[in-house]
């Protein structure tokens, strides 16, 4: 199991991703994305989800149209882990 981080190493590896935000409580990070259509956010959504199956490690998500937003979070863990972080880095270069 992935060890949760601490609310300091969550601000401070989340200080250096782009537009994504830590919860309060520090268990979490989020991020919302908006795309020129539905096609291009259901797009990004299939390029996230086959990477995170792969990883065995998924999103929390909703879309509405050409929006997009995303919570990651390590259940098992009780909060935030490298695993979310290596997420939001796919989700980053999936946005592109």
Known sequence: MAEAMTMDAAREVVSALTGWTLSDDGKAISRDLKFGTFTEAFAFMTRVALNAEKMDHHPEWSNVYN???IRLTTHDS?????KDIALARIVDGAAR
Do not use: K
């Open 67 to 69: 929006r997009v937003s």
């Open 78 to 82: 009780g909060g935030l882990t490298q």
